[in-house]
């Protein structure tokens, strides 16, 4: 009779982890608030698949990196995640993540949000086209009633205008593509038609014409814009000098005789 099976210390890991990667995909994509009627046709079927290729990517990281991440970290960066999309739809997780991941103040950085936030995106959100697509599909969306009928993919359709724009600027990262950015310089919203005049001014400057060096005039105008929280925070600059810089280069203003 051979002997009773027992499992080693590196099978009991590897057990628990796919335990918890289990309760987790089950916990996200049952919750009421991100049922797939809250999502647009088709969505719904998609984030589950997102859902389970960043648990899967998640335990994989948290497997190979122990030193990093432990059980309990892995487990409460899961539930933080988890918890943050039931509350705040699919987009607005992201762009909230996203945006402190890849541009926190201060503040932001000394409470450990920024850390938090790239710990999520470095577990839950290494897919560049999925994170593509989420972002691609709120700049696309301008309809606020669109929003308020999807709240589980958009997000609270109340900051529409804040989260479209926020999407923009975030989106480079993940979408090094110059051929979404032009159509958005005469979008309705300032902030989207700002981040993108000064996008296409940092990254492709043989695509400077007349139409981008009117939206940057624009936005070195705006004394409301803010094209960086960090630079913000750390010595008050607001985006119109950043557009104020580009202009500097692409349309100088000549100097007195």
Known sequence: MSPKWQPTEEDTSELALRKVVDTLYRRIVSA?????????????????????????????????????????????????????????GVGGSLCETLRL??????????????????DVVR?????????????????????????????????????VDQERARAVRLRPYYNSRYDWLPRLLDDPNQNVRNFAAIHIGRGWPARVDERVIARLLEASRDNQFVWSWADHFNDGRMGKSEAQALLAVYAPVPSAP
């Open 123 to 159: 577990l839950f959100l290494q897919d560049k086209e999925d994170i593509d697509q989420i972002l691609g599909s709120m700049i696309e969306t301008l309809d606020p009633a669109e929003w308020a009928r999807y709240p589980a993919w958009f997000g609270d359709s109340k900051f």
């Open 32 to 88: 009421p608030s991100l049922a797939p009627a809250l999502m647009p046709s088709g969505r719904g079927e998609w984030f589950q698949q997102f859902i389970r290729r960043g648990l899967e990517h998640a335990a994989d990281v948290a497997d190979r990196a122990k030193i990093h991440f432990g059980m309990d970290e892995f487990r409460f960066l899961g539930t933080s995640w988890a918890r943050l999309l039931a509350n705040k």
């Open 101 to 118: 991941a890849h541009d926190p103040d201060g503040k932001e950085e000394s409470r450990g949000n920024a850390s938090h936030a790239r």
